[in-house]
């Protein structure tokens, strides 16, 4: 009976749960880069914080790209892998407007505005947890979309 069960194919929920937890290895790796690049850019060499935010998504969507149609989702048939690219890249782009938004709001819109909580918080402190929440928003708006769009069904 064991022997069966380890030759079992995933379907359902499992295969949702293993799928989840691919797609969350693969986020981790992006994140290091972009969390990496942002941080080398911004902290290290003054790179203004918006700026430094683009660098980081851009060079972690060609890593997610790669490993995302290699490790989590089943390319679809019916497009070229051009278009699949396209597709791929204009998500993520919706997704670096998610998070330059929420950086936006965190730097401009809270942590300057707040005379408490600037004095009480370095900038990069500040910054490296705004772009921790704006990754994490943007973590789960890529899954979904990604799944919608890039999946075959």
């Known amino acids: 009976m064991r022997e069966q069960s380890r030759n079992y194919a995933p379907t359902g929920k499992n295969k949702l749960l293993q799928q989840i ?3 969350g290895f693969v986020g981790v790796l992006s994140f290091v880069v972009d969390f990496g690049v942002y941080n080398i ?3 290290l060499l003054g790179v203004h914080y918006l700026i430094a935010g683009v660098a980081g998504f851009v060079i972690s969507v060609i890593v997610n ?3 995302s149609m290699k490790f989590v989702f089943e390319g679809r048939d019916d497009i070229s892998k051009a278009r699949e690219f396209i597709t791929f890249v204009f998500l993520s782009v919706v997704g670096l407007g998610v998070n330059e938004l929420v950086l936006f709001i965190s730097i401009d819109g809270i942590y300057h505005h707040w005379t408490w909580l600037s ?3 370095a900038i990069g402190w500040a910054n490296a947890i705004a772009k921790l929440g ?3 928003i ?4 890529n899954f979904i979309t990604r799944k ?3 999946e075959k069904h």
Request: proline share 0%; aromatic share 22%.
């Open 138 to 141: 943007v973590m789960v708006y």
């Open 134 to 136: 704006a990754t994490a």
């Open 65 to 67: 790209y790669l490993l």
């Open 119 to 121: 004095s009480w918080l």
């Open 148 to 150: 919608i769009f890039l």
């Open 21 to 23: 937890i691919r797609f």
């Open 41 to 43: 850019l911004c902290n």
